[in-house]
């Protein structure tokens, strides 16, 4: 199939390539049918593109890349809804909130997607009780200077 995207224009898509989010994502509940794709060539940034909505697609980053000490539990029900049998399965990502300056972008560590990759399952998690914000720096290092 093909899709139109915000960033990447018209593009080929397998079928097997569609990640399902059956309760859409907050916000957004009708969206059910995502893709991932790369952002950048060196696989730090990725979209996570609705194949619905051409203009809605966000920009994704591992959150483990940015905050060496990120950590959380999923809770039984995200676990059941995302089929998951074994952690390997897992693909975490967060969505970043863009700046201009790009150094400004901020990371939302609170609501993590959490994709299992064998059965391209996603969900957007709202992580309670935990130190996490909507908006952590992306670039600490470089609001400090």
């Given amino acids: 199939m093909k899709i139109e ?8 898509l397998q079928e097997e390539e569609v990640v399902k989010f059956p309760n859409g994502l ?3 509940l009708e969206e059910k049918k995502f ?44 676990v059941d809804a995302l089929e998951l049998d074994s952690p390997e399965d897992v693909t975490v ?24 990759a064998k059965k391209k399952l996603g969900k957007q998690v709202i992580l309670t009780g935990s130190p996490y914000r909507t908006k952590h720096n992306l670039f600490p290092e470089a609001i400090a200077k």
């Fill in 35 to 78: 893709a991932i794709f790369p952002f950048t060539e060196d696989g730090t940034f990725y979209i996570l593109q609705s194949v619905q909505t051409p203009e809605l697609g966000f920009v994704l980053t591992n959150p483990f890349a940015f905050f060496l000490d990120y950590d959380f539990n999923l809770e039984n029900q995200a």
């Fill in 5 to 12: 995207t915000k960033y990447h224009g018209l593009i080929e």
């Fill in 93 to 116: 990502y967060t969505v970043l909130t863009m700046a201009d300056p790009f150094h400004l972008t901020t990371a939302n560590l609170q609501a993590p997607v959490v994709v299992n």
């Fill in 26 to 28: 907050p916000g957004f």
